[in-house]
């Protein structure tokens, strides 16, 4: 079994969330889809000085959910290594899905609408905005993504670049935390968070299974890493561009 050294079955997954996107864009609100945003200057180079950060690791897989902010993210943090794999796209990982397009007609109206939703994430039926996808339905789909990245064999450490709400499941999934508390982790754009799992032998001795994770980093932010003026929180960040017109 592929293992980080010194270790009989660990792997270890630094999960990223892309660099920062607008969208209040124009070409966005013309496509009336949010799925179209890529990365802004700032986005760049937040996802630069990530590549920087983890220039000495060597990625086994690297991994982005397809969605153009993810993969763009990726790119440029494997312009950084040389002998870097193949980027694959796991679609499973894209972030929650918001059902019906909502024309936001400022920065603020986004942020106010957008900033505090994540907070109803564990109730009964709880959906990503009116005609979204269920909360509980994307958790699933991303534990399943997740769970079949690390039985595969073959591979030691990996590269996954995600989405704000995606990573702040997984990481309340691995603590055992249950799905509301995933709002209580933070994940500014260009972030790195790096996650340990054990894997053993399963049951039949064929194949491997998940024995635990362990969070050895949580929201890393190579571009400022002590988050000076990062003031806002992350989902408030992200939907609150400087001089926004109102």
Request: charged content about 20%; aromatic content about 6%; proline content about 4%.
């Amino acid at each position: 079994m592929s293992a980080l050294p010194g270790t009989t079955g660990r792997r270890r997954i630094y999960l990223m969330r892309h660099g920062f996107v607008d969208y209040t864009s124009e070409a966005v609100r013309k496509a009336r889809d949010p799925s179209i945003a890529v990365l802004t200057p700032q986005g760049e180079d937040e996802a630069r000085a990530a590549g920087i950060a983890l220039s000495e690791v060597h990625f086994d897989l690297a991994i982005c959910s397809g969605l153009a902010r993810t993969r763009q993210t990726a790119e440029i943090v494997l312009a950084e290594h040389p002998d870097a794999p193949a980027l694959e796209e796991e679609c499973r990982l894209e972030e929650v899905r918001s059902g019906q397009y909502i024309d936001f007609h400022s920065a603020a109206h986004l942020a106010a609408t957008m900033t505090f939703m994540f907070e109803q994430a564990g109730e009964p039926g709880a959906s990503f905005l009116e005609g979204g996808e269920k909360f509980s339905d994307a958790l699933a789909r991303i534990q399943s993504g997740l769970s079949d990245l690390l039985l595969r064999p073959g591979w030691a450490t990996a590269l996954v670049v995600a989405h704000e709400v995606v990573n702040r499941m997984v990481l309340a999934s691995v603590v055992g935390a249950p799905l509301g508390a995933s709002a209580g982790f933070e994940q500014d754009t260009g972030c790195i968070n790096i996650i340990d799992f054990d894997m053993v032998p399963d049951e039949s001795g064929q194949g491997t299974r998940i024995e635990r994770g362990v969070i050895k980093a949580v929201n890393l932010t190579p571009a400022n890493y002590l988050k000076n003026g990062m003031n806002l929180r992350s989902l408030e960040a992200i939907f609150t561009r400087p001089n926004a017109a109102d």
